[in-house]
Protein backbone atom coordinates (compact mmCIF):
# COMPACT_ATOMS: atom_id res chain seq x y z
CA UNK A 1 0.00 0.00 0.00
CA UNK A 2 1.21 3.34 -1.11
CA UNK A 3 0.98 5.26 2.73
CA UNK A 4 2.05 8.92 3.58
CA UNK A 5 3.93 8.64 6.80
CA UNK A 6 3.45 12.42 9.03
CA UNK A 7 5.70 12.84 11.09
CA UNK A 8 8.15 10.85 8.96
CA UNK A 9 11.50 12.49 11.26
CA UNK A 10 10.35 11.59 14.46
CA UNK A 11 11.55 9.14 16.85
CA UNK A 12 8.16 7.16 16.30
CA UNK A 13 8.27 7.91 12.51
CA UNK A 14 11.36 6.39 11.65
CA UNK A 15 10.65 3.23 13.01
CA UNK A 16 7.06 2.90 11.19
CA UNK A 17 9.11 3.46 8.25
CA UNK A 18 11.27 0.46 8.52
CA UNK A 19 8.15 -1.42 9.37
CA UNK A 20 6.44 -0.71 7.03
CA UNK A 21 9.22 -1.44 4.03
CA UNK A 22 9.66 -4.30 5.87
CA UNK A 23 6.41 -5.58 5.54
CA UNK A 24 6.13 -4.85 1.34
CA UNK A 25 4.44 -1.44 1.57
CA UNK A 26 5.33 1.46 -0.20
CA UNK A 27 5.53 4.41 2.73
CA UNK A 28 5.88 8.28 1.32
CA UNK A 29 7.51 10.80 4.21
CA UNK A 30 5.87 13.88 5.01
CA UNK A 31 9.05 16.19 6.36
CA UNK A 32 8.97 19.58 7.29
CA UNK A 33 11.32 22.62 5.39
CA UNK A 34 14.25 22.00 8.25
CA UNK A 35 13.21 18.60 9.43
CA UNK A 36 16.57 16.01 9.67
CA UNK A 37 15.72 13.74 6.43
CA UNK A 38 19.39 12.32 6.65
CA UNK A 39 17.77 8.50 7.71
CA UNK A 40 14.94 8.83 5.42
CA UNK A 41 16.64 9.43 2.80
CA UNK A 42 19.64 6.10 3.64
CA UNK A 43 16.76 3.63 3.56
CA UNK A 44 15.91 5.28 -0.20
CA UNK A 45 11.83 6.76 0.87
CA UNK A 46 10.38 9.34 -0.97
CA UNK A 47 10.11 12.49 0.97
CA UNK A 48 7.63 15.24 0.72
CA UNK A 49 7.58 18.54 1.95
CA UNK A 50 4.56 19.91 4.29
CA UNK A 51 3.57 21.45 7.30
CA UNK A 52 0.57 20.66 9.31
CA UNK A 53 -0.08 24.91 9.44
CA UNK A 54 0.18 25.41 5.87
CA UNK A 55 -3.04 24.25 4.45
CA UNK A 56 -1.71 24.41 0.73
CA UNK A 57 1.54 22.42 1.14
CA UNK A 58 -0.47 19.24 2.02
CA UNK A 59 -2.81 19.19 -1.00
CA UNK A 60 0.34 17.73 -2.94
CA UNK A 61 1.69 15.53 -0.12
CA UNK A 62 -1.27 13.59 0.33
CA UNK A 63 -1.65 13.05 -3.83
CA UNK A 64 -2.13 9.19 -4.61
CA UNK A 65 -1.63 7.40 -1.33
CA UNK A 66 -3.71 5.00 -0.29
CA UNK A 67 -3.86 5.79 3.24
CA UNK A 68 -2.05 8.13 5.60
CA UNK A 69 -0.84 7.89 9.07
CA UNK A 70 -0.79 10.75 11.04
CA UNK A 71 1.58 11.05 13.41
CA UNK A 72 3.33 14.55 13.32
CA UNK A 73 2.61 16.48 16.54
CA UNK A 74 3.61 19.38 18.64
CA UNK A 75 4.47 16.79 21.22
CA UNK A 76 5.28 18.15 24.55
CA UNK A 77 3.85 18.05 27.92
CA UNK A 78 5.05 21.69 28.88
CA UNK A 79 4.27 23.85 25.19
CA UNK A 80 3.13 26.42 24.28
CA UNK A 81 -0.82 26.61 24.39
CA UNK A 82 -1.90 27.85 20.82
CA UNK A 83 1.05 25.79 18.91
CA UNK A 84 -1.47 22.85 20.33
CA UNK A 85 -4.41 24.22 18.94
CA UNK A 86 -2.57 25.01 15.77
CA UNK A 87 -0.83 22.05 15.08
CA UNK A 88 -2.63 19.33 17.01
CA UNK A 89 -6.17 19.85 16.02
CA UNK A 90 -6.18 22.79 13.43
CA UNK A 91 -3.47 20.87 11.86
CA UNK A 92 -5.04 17.62 11.82
CA UNK A 93 -7.73 19.40 10.26
CA UNK A 94 -5.87 20.68 7.41
CA UNK A 95 -4.66 17.09 6.50
CA UNK A 96 -7.96 15.26 6.64
CA UNK A 97 -9.17 18.66 4.16
CA UNK A 98 -6.43 17.78 2.06
CA UNK A 99 -7.33 13.99 1.91
CA UNK A 100 -10.70 15.11 0.98
CA UNK A 101 -9.45 16.87 -1.96
CA UNK A 102 -7.34 14.45 -3.28
CA UNK A 103 -9.75 11.51 -2.49
CA UNK A 104 -7.91 10.09 0.13
CA UNK A 105 -10.13 8.16 2.46
CA UNK A 106 -8.42 5.61 5.28
CA UNK A 107 -6.37 8.21 8.39
CA UNK A 108 -4.64 6.33 10.99
CA UNK A 109 -4.61 8.94 13.60
CA UNK A 110 -1.45 8.60 16.35
CA UNK A 111 -3.42 9.64 19.75
CA UNK A 112 -2.33 8.82 23.11
CA UNK A 113 -3.62 7.28 26.45
CA UNK A 114 -2.41 10.79 27.39
CA UNK A 115 -6.41 11.59 26.17
CA UNK A 116 -7.62 9.45 28.96
CA UNK A 117 -5.41 10.59 31.79
CA UNK A 118 -4.61 8.77 34.88
CA UNK A 119 -6.88 5.21 35.56
CA UNK A 120 -8.82 5.53 38.57
CA UNK A 121 -10.41 2.17 37.76
CA UNK A 122 -7.07 0.03 35.67
CA UNK A 123 -7.18 -1.38 33.45
CA UNK A 124 -8.61 1.20 31.11
CA UNK A 125 -10.03 0.21 28.13
CA UNK A 126 -11.19 2.18 25.48
CA UNK A 127 -14.56 2.77 26.83
CA UNK A 128 -12.70 4.59 29.91
CA UNK A 129 -13.85 8.15 30.47
CA UNK A 130 -11.36 10.83 29.20
CA UNK A 131 -9.98 13.08 31.67
CA UNK A 132 -6.39 14.47 30.38
CA UNK A 133 -4.18 16.21 32.76
CA UNK A 134 -1.67 18.05 30.16
CA UNK A 135 -2.74 20.64 27.60
CA UNK A 136 -1.26 18.20 24.86
CA UNK A 137 -3.50 15.79 25.99
CA UNK A 138 -6.71 17.81 25.83
CA UNK A 139 -5.26 18.61 21.85
CA UNK A 140 -5.02 14.90 21.23
CA UNK A 141 -8.75 14.51 22.53
CA UNK A 142 -10.01 17.50 20.49
CA UNK A 143 -8.37 15.76 17.49
CA UNK A 144 -9.61 12.54 18.00
CA UNK A 145 -13.45 14.05 18.21
CA UNK A 146 -12.42 15.75 15.03
CA UNK A 147 -11.24 12.87 13.40
CA UNK A 148 -14.74 11.10 14.24
CA UNK A 149 -16.43 13.79 13.28
CA UNK A 150 -14.86 13.57 9.50
CA UNK A 151 -16.38 10.17 9.05
CA UNK A 152 -19.40 12.01 8.20
CA UNK A 153 -17.53 14.02 5.56
CA UNK A 154 -16.27 10.65 4.24
CA UNK A 155 -12.75 9.85 6.09
CA UNK A 156 -12.40 6.45 7.68
CA UNK A 157 -10.48 6.86 10.65
CA UNK A 158 -9.12 4.37 13.15
CA UNK A 159 -7.76 5.84 16.24
CA UNK A 160 -4.05 4.00 17.70
CA UNK A 161 -3.65 5.64 20.91
CA UNK A 162 -0.23 4.27 22.40
CA UNK A 163 0.86 4.41 25.94
CA UNK A 164 4.22 6.10 27.01
CA UNK A 165 6.61 5.21 24.65
CA UNK A 166 10.71 4.06 24.32
CA UNK A 167 13.67 2.99 22.84
CA UNK A 168 16.85 3.67 21.23
CA UNK A 169 16.95 6.97 19.75
CA UNK A 170 14.18 8.48 21.98
CA UNK A 171 15.51 11.95 23.26
CA UNK A 172 14.42 14.66 25.71
CA UNK A 173 11.10 12.76 26.21
CA UNK A 174 9.37 11.30 29.26
CA UNK A 175 10.68 7.90 29.03
CA UNK A 176 14.47 9.57 28.03
CA UNK A 177 14.06 11.64 31.25
CA UNK A 178 13.10 8.56 33.37
CA UNK A 179 15.97 6.64 32.85
CA UNK A 180 18.48 9.36 32.56
CA UNK A 181 17.32 10.85 35.65
CA UNK A 182 17.80 7.00 37.45
CA UNK A 183 21.03 6.36 35.97
CA UNK A 184 22.92 10.19 36.49
CA UNK A 185 21.23 11.81 40.12
CA UNK A 186 20.29 10.46 43.65
CA UNK A 187 16.57 10.12 42.35
CA UNK A 188 18.12 6.39 41.76
CA UNK A 189 17.94 6.11 46.12
CA UNK A 190 14.37 6.80 46.46
CA UNK A 191 11.17 5.80 45.67
CA UNK A 192 8.97 8.90 45.69
CA UNK A 193 5.79 8.28 47.01
CA UNK A 194 4.85 4.50 47.72
CA UNK A 195 5.98 2.99 44.74
CA UNK A 196 3.19 1.11 43.99
CA UNK A 197 0.87 2.48 41.65
CA UNK A 198 1.62 1.37 38.02
CA UNK A 199 2.21 2.91 34.59
CA UNK A 200 2.49 0.68 31.24
CA UNK A 201 5.52 1.81 28.63
CA UNK A 202 5.58 0.35 25.35
CA UNK A 203 8.47 -0.04 23.36
CA UNK A 204 8.38 1.49 20.04
CA UNK A 205 8.69 -1.71 17.48
CA UNK A 206 5.55 -2.66 19.55
CA UNK A 207 3.57 0.98 18.29
CA UNK A 208 5.06 0.51 14.88
CA UNK A 209 3.80 -2.83 14.28
CA UNK A 210 0.23 -2.20 15.81
CA UNK A 211 0.21 0.64 13.33
CA UNK A 212 0.95 -1.54 10.15
CA UNK A 213 -1.28 -4.31 11.74
CA UNK A 214 -4.24 -1.24 11.96
CA UNK A 215 -3.59 -0.61 8.06
CA UNK A 216 -3.54 -4.20 7.42
CA UNK A 217 -7.16 -4.30 7.88
CA UNK A 218 -9.42 -1.82 6.13
CA UNK A 219 -12.18 -3.13 8.32
CA UNK A 220 -11.55 -1.53 10.86
CA UNK A 221 -11.47 2.25 9.48
CA UNK A 222 -15.34 3.03 10.92
CA UNK A 223 -13.51 4.92 13.47
CA UNK A 224 -12.47 2.19 15.91
CA UNK A 225 -9.80 2.94 18.89
CA UNK A 226 -7.00 1.03 19.84
CA UNK A 227 -4.96 1.06 23.18
CA UNK A 228 -1.67 -0.33 21.95
CA UNK A 229 0.98 -0.42 24.94
CA UNK A 230 3.09 -3.24 26.70
CA UNK A 231 1.61 -6.72 28.08
CA UNK A 232 1.65 -5.55 31.22
CA UNK A 233 1.40 -2.21 33.65
CA UNK A 234 4.15 -2.34 36.30
CA UNK A 235 4.29 -0.37 39.42
CA UNK A 236 7.23 1.96 40.10
CA UNK A 237 9.01 0.00 42.70
CA UNK A 238 9.51 -2.70 39.81
CA UNK A 239 10.35 -0.53 37.13
CA UNK A 240 12.94 1.28 39.70
CA UNK A 241 13.93 -2.39 40.32
CA UNK A 242 14.63 -2.79 36.64
CA UNK A 243 16.39 -0.21 36.32
CA UNK A 244 18.75 -1.01 39.31
CA UNK A 245 19.53 -4.38 37.79
CA UNK A 246 20.38 -3.01 34.64
CA UNK A 247 22.72 -0.23 35.82
CA UNK A 248 23.93 -2.66 38.47
CA UNK A 249 23.40 -0.65 41.55
CA UNK A 250 21.23 -1.76 44.58
CA UNK A 251 17.37 -0.80 44.28
CA UNK A 252 16.08 2.08 46.06
CA UNK A 253 14.45 1.41 49.30
CA UNK A 254 13.45 4.64 51.14
CA UNK A 255 10.50 6.54 50.40
CA UNK A 256 10.04 10.42 49.21
CA UNK A 257 6.76 11.42 50.06
CA UNK A 258 5.30 13.11 46.93
CA UNK A 259 4.92 16.28 48.96
CA UNK A 260 8.51 16.70 49.70
CA UNK A 261 9.68 15.32 46.30
CA UNK A 262 7.39 18.76 44.98
CA UNK A 263 9.66 20.79 47.66
CA UNK A 264 12.43 19.38 46.39
CA UNK A 265 11.51 19.50 42.78
CA UNK A 266 10.41 23.34 42.92
CA UNK A 267 14.07 24.94 43.12
CA UNK A 268 15.36 22.11 40.33
CA UNK A 269 12.71 22.83 37.75
CA UNK A 270 13.57 26.62 38.46
CA UNK A 271 17.47 26.19 37.66
CA UNK A 272 16.12 23.98 34.32
CA UNK A 273 14.02 27.03 33.60
CA UNK A 274 16.68 29.72 33.39
CA UNK A 275 19.65 27.33 32.03
CA UNK A 276 16.91 26.79 29.41
CA UNK A 277 16.77 23.05 30.51
CA UNK A 278 13.88 20.61 30.41
CA UNK A 279 13.39 17.52 32.69
CA UNK A 280 9.80 16.35 32.69
CA UNK A 281 10.57 14.51 35.87
CA UNK A 282 12.13 17.03 38.11
CA UNK A 283 8.75 19.17 37.50
CA UNK A 284 6.66 20.38 40.50
CA UNK A 285 3.39 18.66 38.36
CA UNK A 286 5.09 15.74 37.50
CA UNK A 287 5.53 14.69 41.43
CA UNK A 288 1.55 14.12 41.27
CA UNK A 289 2.20 11.33 38.76
CA UNK A 290 3.40 8.63 41.55
CA UNK A 291 -0.20 8.99 43.13
CA UNK A 292 -1.82 7.55 40.41
CA UNK A 293 -2.35 4.81 38.06
CA UNK A 294 -1.71 4.71 34.47
CA UNK A 295 -2.69 1.26 33.40
CA UNK A 296 -4.43 0.10 30.31
CA UNK A 297 -5.97 -3.09 28.90
CA UNK A 298 -4.62 -4.46 25.37
CA UNK A 299 -7.60 -6.78 25.14
CA UNK A 300 -9.04 -5.22 22.38
CA UNK A 301 -6.11 -4.90 19.89
CA UNK A 302 -4.90 -8.53 20.30
CA UNK A 303 -8.12 -9.39 19.77
CA UNK A 304 -8.91 -7.17 16.45
CA UNK A 305 -5.40 -6.62 14.67
CA UNK A 306 -3.84 -9.35 16.25
CA UNK A 307 -0.84 -7.43 18.21
CA UNK A 308 1.12 -8.85 20.35
CA UNK A 309 4.38 -7.25 22.33
CA UNK A 310 7.26 -8.04 21.22
CA UNK A 311 9.67 -6.83 24.16
CA UNK A 312 9.33 -7.30 27.85
CA UNK A 313 9.95 -3.96 29.41
CA UNK A 314 13.13 -5.19 31.34
CA UNK A 315 14.19 -6.56 28.15
CA UNK A 316 13.67 -3.36 25.94
CA UNK A 317 15.27 -1.09 28.74
CA UNK A 318 18.32 -2.78 28.43
CA UNK A 319 18.59 -2.47 24.66
CA UNK A 320 17.34 1.41 25.58
CA UNK A 321 20.12 2.11 27.93
CA UNK A 322 22.65 0.01 25.65
CA UNK A 323 21.98 3.04 23.08
CA UNK A 324 22.30 5.84 25.32
CA UNK A 325 25.51 4.54 26.52
CA UNK A 326 26.96 3.90 23.39
CA UNK A 327 25.57 7.66 21.94
CA UNK A 328 26.95 9.50 25.32
CA UNK A 329 23.18 10.11 26.98
CA UNK A 330 24.72 7.93 29.97
CA UNK A 331 28.21 7.28 30.96
CA UNK A 332 29.01 3.35 30.73
N1 LIG B 1 6.70 9.55 22.31
C1 LIG B 1 5.70 9.13 23.09
O1 LIG B 1 5.92 8.67 24.23
C2 LIG B 1 4.28 9.17 22.58
C3 LIG B 1 3.30 8.50 23.33
C4 LIG B 1 1.98 8.48 22.84
C5 LIG B 1 1.69 9.12 21.64
N2 LIG B 1 2.66 9.78 20.97
C6 LIG B 1 2.31 10.41 19.68
O2 LIG B 1 3.13 9.80 18.69
C7 LIG B 1 3.32 10.71 17.61
C8 LIG B 1 4.79 10.77 17.26
O3 LIG B 1 5.50 11.21 18.40
P1 LIG B 1 7.09 11.17 18.46
O4 LIG B 1 7.46 10.64 19.80
O5 LIG B 1 7.65 10.52 17.25
O6 LIG B 1 7.39 12.74 18.45
P2 LIG B 1 8.58 13.55 17.80
O7 LIG B 1 9.82 12.73 17.75
O8 LIG B 1 8.58 14.86 18.50
O9 LIG B 1 8.10 13.76 16.29
C9 LIG B 1 7.15 14.72 15.95
C10 LIG B 1 7.08 14.78 14.45
O10 LIG B 1 6.06 15.73 14.07
C11 LIG B 1 6.64 16.62 13.13
N3 LIG B 1 5.96 17.91 13.19
C12 LIG B 1 5.85 18.74 14.25
N4 LIG B 1 5.19 19.86 13.91
C13 LIG B 1 4.86 19.72 12.59
C14 LIG B 1 4.18 20.56 11.65
N5 LIG B 1 3.72 21.77 11.98
N6 LIG B 1 4.01 20.09 10.40
C15 LIG B 1 4.50 18.89 10.04
N7 LIG B 1 5.17 18.08 10.86
C16 LIG B 1 5.35 18.49 12.13
C17 LIG B 1 8.09 16.72 13.50
O11 LIG B 1 8.85 17.24 12.42
P3 LIG B 1 10.35 17.80 12.63
O12 LIG B 1 11.26 16.62 12.56
O13 LIG B 1 10.53 18.77 11.52
O14 LIG B 1 10.38 18.47 13.99
C18 LIG B 1 8.39 15.26 13.80
O15 LIG B 1 8.59 14.54 12.61
C19 LIG B 1 2.73 12.04 18.06
O16 LIG B 1 1.44 12.16 17.49
C20 LIG B 1 2.60 11.89 19.57
O17 LIG B 1 1.54 12.67 20.06
C21 LIG B 1 3.96 9.82 21.39
Excluded at 104 to 119: A, D, F, I, N
Excluded at 223 to 248: H, P, S, W
Excluded at 262 to 270: S, T
Amino acid sequence: MRVLVTGASGFVGGYLIEELLRRGHMPVAMVRKGSDAARLKEVGVECRTGDLTDPESLVAVVKGADAVIHLAAYYSFTGKRELYEMINVEGTRHLMDAMLANGVKRLLYCSSTEVMGPTPDPPADESAPCHPIYEYGHSKLRAEEMVRDYAKKGIEPTIVRPSGIYGPRNLEDVSFWFITTFANSIVSRFIIGSGKKKLQFVHVEDVAQAFALALERPEVSNGQTYIVTDERAYNYKEIYDILARIFRKDPPRRHLPVALAKLIAAPVQAINAIRGKQNFIWRVQTMDTFKVDRWYSIEKVRRELGYSPRYKLEEGLRQTVRWYEQNGYIPS
